[in-house]
């Protein structure tokens, strides 16, 4: 029922910019807080970026602040990441999730969400 799907992941060159689109479905979308982790091969899930119902607080790692951000449109019930200055590091798979706790608070831990999506594989190149 609840879909989370993922879309603009690529290959990109170091320095390079991505935008990362994740489409909810089967959620109270407005009311939810969303987020973004990654995962490189044999390493454990990173928190990158987190978003509360309406924008107003969007915690980043930070290994990508300054480079990184998050933003969402609840009438279209997607929520993005725009990727800047692009790293080899950056390389990882991308998940979107979803917190459906009702409160309007955009965790950095991956146990407070409840959907997860398939992932999109980023790639940075040196």
């Known amino acids: 029922q609840v879909r989370l799907v993922e879309s603009g992941g690529g290959l990109v060159q170091a320095g390079g910019s991505l935008r990362l689109s994740c489409a909810a479905s089967g959620l109270t979308f407005s009311r939810s807080a969303m987020g973004w982790f990654r995962q490189a091969p044999r390493q454990e899930r990173e928190f990158v970026a987190a978003i509360t119902w309406i924008g107003g607080r969007t915690p980043l790692t930070d290994s990508v602040k300054g480079r990184f951000t998050i933003s969402r449109d609840n009438a279209k019930n997607t929520v993005y990441l725009q990727m800047n200055s692009l790293k080899p590091e950056d390389t990882a798979v991308y998940y979107c999730?979803?917190?459906?706790?009702?409160?309007?608070?955009?965790?950095?831990?991956?146990?407070?969400?409840?959907?997860w999506g398939q992932g999109t594989q980023v790639t940075v190149s040196s």
């Open positions: 999730a979803a917190d459906q706790s009702f409160r309007s608070i955009a965790s950095a831990e991956a146990s407070e969400y409840d959907y």
